[in-house]
T-cell receptor, first 114, second 111 residues
Framework: GAVVSQHPSWVICKSGTSVKIECRSLDFQATTMFWYRQFPKQSLMLMATSNEGSKATYEQGVEKDKFLINHASLTLSTLTVTSAHPEDSSFYIC??????????FGEGSRLTVL | KQEVTQIPAALSVPEGENLVLNCSFTDSAIYNLQWFRQDPGKGLTSLLLIQSSQREQTSGRLNASLDKSSGRSTLYIAASQPGDSATYLCALTGTASKLTFGTGTRLQVTL
């Protein structure tokens, strides 16, 4: 199966700063990646679908200007949380769509905004 | 809109017991169903994938079934071990490859 790497695994930042999270598909060319967010004791919620070479598709209620997604290559998608605030503190997970429809997940990135 | 529910929300069993986790969904138009486990603060680990044309999948002590007509899937764990303690999530892939997650079942296997 695909190996998915996320970086950083955890990050602490001050309110108002921007944070970039990388998601890499190490052994698979991924045309489609997904970004999820998970608040404590809640299930994962899909934020957006990232398609290589085109604009991301955002789920309802997710601010595209706040959560910038770039999928410039078949192995890398980035999520940038702009002007982060404490309410953006969450666990962010990316996943890669495999050929059979299976999803492979990164280890996640925990963001804490002070 | 697809809704996925998992029952029970939490479960505690003694080591060695066999157990069943349930997942129910409202829209049977799915491509596949996956079961994941999530350890605290970690990403998801895929356990089993069942395509919509399949009825069940097995991997080691795990067996997952799918009944689209009734909108149900079960994950059977045989001879549970403390290392099985985690949150188990079912997720359905629908149109546009979007994944809808269930609410999760938190499993605790005690010594």
């Amino acid at each position: 199966g695909a190996v998915v790497s996320q970086h950083p695994s955890w990050v602490i930042c001050k309110s108002g700063t921007s944070v970039k999270i990388e998601c890499r598909s190490l052994d698979f060319q991924a045309t489609t990646m997904f970004w999820y967010r998970q608040f404590p004791k809640q299930s994962l919620m899909l934020m957006a679908t990232s398609n290589e070479g085109s604009k991301a598709t955002y789920e309802q209620g997710v601010e595209k200007d706040k959560f910038l997604i770039n999928h410039a290559s078949l192995t890398l998608s980035t999520l940038t949380v702009t002007s982060a605030h404490p309410e953006d503190s969450s666990f962010y997970i990316c996943s890669v769509l495999g050929i059979s429809g299976e999803l492979f997940f990164g280890e996640g990135s925990r963001l804490t905004v002070l | 809109k697809q809704e996925v529910t998992q029952i029970p929300a939490a479960l505690s069993v003694p080591e060695g017991e066999n157990l069943v986790l349930n997942c129910s969904f409202t829209d049977s138009a799915i491509y596949n169903l996956q079961w994941f486990r999530q350890d605290p603060g970690k990403g998801l680990t895929s356990l089993l994938l069942i395509q919509s044309s399949q009825r069940e999948q097995t991997s080691g002590r795990l067996n997952a079934s799918l009944d689209k007509s009734s909108g149900r899937s079960t994950l059977y764990i045989a001879a549970s071990q403390p290392g099985d303690s985690a949150t188990y999530l079912c997720a359905l892939t629908g149109t546009a490859s979007k994944l809808t997650f269930g609410t999760g079942t938190r499993l605790q296997v005690t010594l």
